[in-house]
Every structure is written in C-alpha cells, then in structure tokens.
C-alpha cells in the first residue's frame, strides 16, 4: 500500500492560518470517512487531532479543523500559536482493511 | 484514563526475532469498542503502520511487513505482543503501540514507544 501524499513542509506567522493537504486514492481517503490527523512533537508520542474526517476530540483546541474533497482531506490550524510547530501526520483507512499513514508535514511558525 | 506501554529488547541481531510487548491498563483489552495496533518510525521519518488485532485474534498486517509478522492477544495479561522475524537495520525504529477505535479508526490512546536497534 502506497502511503498518503502530504507536503513536506509548510509554514505560517503567528496569528495565520495554515492548511496541510493529505490526498489519497478513491481507496482509502475517498472511499471512507475514516481519516484522521496527529501531531507529534520531537522525541513524543503523537497526539489524536481529528478523527471521523471532521471531529475533534475533548481537550482538543478549536483551532484545529478538518475537511475532506474527492481523495484529499485537509487539516487547518488557525490562530498559529509557537507550540503548533510540529510534525502532523494524516491517516485513513482502506479497503484492505489496513491502515495508511501520510508521510509527514512539518509545521514550522516563523 | 487507558495507559499503554511497550516493553522488549533494544537491540535485536540481524536475522533473529524482535519481538515486543504492549501492556494495557486503566481498561480491558477485551473491550470490543477497541482493537489494537502497532506503528512503527525510523529515526527522522514518518510513522509506518505495522498491524491491528482484536481480542477475538483476527488480524491485519502492512502487506509490506506481512511474511515476517506475528501478533497475538493476551487477555489474562492485558496485554498484546508483535514477533517480526528475520530483522535488518531496516527494521530499526521506534516502536509505538496503540488503541484504535473500532468505530472511527483512529489511534486515540499511545504508548511512549520504544526503541529498538538491529544490529550484531
């Protein structure tokens, strides 16, 4: 299985808005609603985002937003605070039954 | 608040077998709202999944990973297990275990993870 296709690196000032694109095949991403998103800050664990496409889970700043077109799925982060900078990484189901993972955006706030 | 956390060897030889260790607690690894899986980073790269079991045993693999790969449940322990037979320096990584939620598919309870090394 071939992993989701996300940038490398994106970048945004404090206070913006940033988009990270996620596209997969109309196997996975545009077949299930089943896409979800993780930070992970150097040497940690990731960390649940956004699951269900769209849903944030409690605790979660409404910052973070998620949405989904054809094969791509996209999380947005507005507001850019210091502490966004991060990698962040999508995820989706597919109709193997598997599970496949974006290769990884870093988040850098200038 | 469910806690995971892996345990194994840190350094494995090449050809030999890694095998690893997640141990659930704060909830029962029999909860059906949940299955279990294990994800894998090398340093400096992305997370890599590597399989999913549930507590009634059935299992899906990476295709990638599937010829060398073993997972099996303990519920007397709590606990669930990874073997990945005939190692390289390809196979050194962070290993993470992790819940996965049967309705939605996501990964919402981590371990810290563990890292292991393949070398002689």
């Known amino acids: 299985q071939s992993a989701l296709t996300q940038p490398a690196s994106v970048s945004g000032s404090p206070g913006q808005s940033i988009t990270i694109p996620c596209t997969g095949t109309?196997?996975?991403?545009?077949?299930?609603?089943?896409v979800s998103w993780y930070q992970q800050h150097p040497g940690k664990a990731p960390k649940l985002m956004i699951y269900?496409?769209?849903q944030r889970p409690s605790g979660v700043s409404d910052r973070f937003s998620g949405s989904k077109s054809g094969n791509t799925a996209s999380l947005t982060i507005s507001g850019l605070q210091a502490e966004d900078e991060a990698d962040y990484y999508c995820t989706s189901y597919t109709g193997s039954s598997t599970l496949v993972f974006g290769g990884g955006t870093k988040l850098t706030v200038l | 608040q469910v806690q995971l956390q892996e345990s194994g060897p840190g350094l494995v030889k090449p050809s030999q077998t890694l095998s690893l260790t997640c141990t659930v607690s704060?909830?029962?690894?029999?909860?059906?709202?949940?299955?279990w899986s294990w994800i894998r980073q090398a340093a400096g790269k992305g997370l890599e999944w590597i399989g999913r079991i549930y507590t009634i045993g059935s299992t899906h693999y990476n295709p990638s990973l599937q010829s060398r790969l073993i997972m099996s449940v303990d519920t007397s322990k709590n606990l669930f297990s990874l073997k990945l037979s005939s190692v390289t320096a390809a196979d050194t990584a962070v290993y993470y275990c992790a819940r996965v939620s049967w309705r939605y598919n996501e990964f919402d309870s981590w371990g810290q993870g563990t890292p292991v090394t393949v070398s002689s």
């Open positions: 109309s196997n996975d991403v545009g077949r299930f609603d089943y």
């Open positions: 269900h496409v769209t």
């Open positions: 704060g909830g029962s690894i029999t909860n059906s709202d949940y299955y």
